[in-house]
């Protein structure tokens, strides 16, 4: 079992930044897949960015490659999204999710159910 708690949402401007950071109850050290998702208003959900813990692999959504990125600290228990040159359509709450049997193919493709959710922190960017 983990929690997962999100924080670091709020109100930016376009061209802004942001760090979005998901506290976990133990650490992810052990082959985690650990992933951004977002969801806006009348939208599907879509993984933003994703981390396999076991070799440190990441994938990001061609929509946020080059302005997003995914890390996690050294006590590998807090998950990180620092997300640069904001755009409107990166509206959306965000949430962190987890899962400990996603291998690194199928974490990568963010497209597999996952196990543990926080509970989402909203992101707003005005133009």
């Known amino acids: 079992q983990v929690q997962l708690v999100e924080s670091g949402g709020g109100s930016v401007q376009a061209g802004g930044s942001l760090r979005l950071s998901c506290s976990a109850s133990?650490?992810?050290?052990?082959?985690?897949?650990m992933t951004w998702f977002r969801q806006a208003p009348g939208k599907e959900r879509e993984g933003v960015a994703t981390?396999?813990?076991?070799?440190?692999?990441?994938y990001y959504a061609d929509s946020v490659k080059g302005r997003f990125t995914i890390s996690q600290d050294s006590t590998w228990k807090t998950l990180y999204l620092q997300m640069r040159s904001l755009k409107p359509e990166d509206t959306a709450m965000y949430y962190c999710?987890?899962?400990?049997?996603?291998?690194?193919?199928?974490?990568?493709?963010?497209?597999?159910?996952?196990?543990?959710w926080g509970q989402g922190t909203q992101v707003t960017v005005s133009s």
């Open positions: 133990r650490n992810t050290y052990s082959s985690a897949c």
């Open positions: 999710a987890a899962d400990f049997r996603l291998r690194r193919d199928a974490c990568l493709t963010m497209r597999y159910e996952y196990d543990y």
């Open positions: 981390i396999y813990t076991g070799g440190g692999s990441t």
